[in-house]
């Protein structure tokens, strides 16, 4: 019998998305508070579809709207984590992320309430900008897409990331 049947405790994983959205020769990348500079993603909404949750995700942090393109690949996070910002006090669930390679379709870059700073950089940029190893991971993930999709399984141990496997499907 699964064990959750016996303890009576439903599995829970957020299901989140990222995208990083092209425009002609640059990568759109946002700078946050707690990661610095990243691209963007979030966790999806009850109900909400994967598509609208990222394109959701991408304009509420930067004020563009792009269309998913690509998709790169799915990133398990195994362990749990302390919450921070408004989730503080909370202990987050494992995640699973759904990334994908985005379009520029409209709109200007523009900082919200989830970004300090927006802007567009060349790929050789953005590897400089982007230091946090997992979502460093997946930036060379998608900018080295070659049409297979990745499978990453990994622990988060303070700032060090322990992949436990990354295969290509």
């Known amino acids: 019998m699964d064990n959750w049947l016996e303890t009576k405790q439903l599995p829970l994983h957020f299901v989140s998305v990222a995208g990083l959205v092209y425009k002609e020769d640059k990568v759109l990348l946002i700078k946050s508070e707690r990661r610095g500079w990243e691209f963007h993603g979030g966790v ?7 598509f609208d949750g990222l394109k959701r ?21 195994l362990n749990k984590k302390e919450g921070y910002g408004y989730l503080e006090g909370m202990i987050l669930p494992p995640v699973v992320n759904l990334t994908f390679r985005c379009s520029y379709v409209s709109g200007e870059e523009k900082a919200s309430d989830e970004s300090i700073d927006v802007g567009w950089f ?3 940029e953005a590897r400089e900008k982007v230091t946090v190893s997992d979502i460093k991971k997946r930036l060379e993930d998608i900018l080295e897409y070659d049409g297979k999709q990745h499978f990453d399984t990994f622990e988060n141990k303070g700032d060090k990331i322990k992949f436990i496997r990354d295969i290509l499907i």
């Open 44 to 50: 999806l909404e009850q109900g909400e579809s994967i």
């Open 122 to 124: 060349t790929p050789d």
């Open 57 to 77: 995700e991408i304009f509420e942090e930067s004020g563009i709207i792009a269309e998913p393109e690509k998709f790169v690949g799915i990133y398990q996070r």
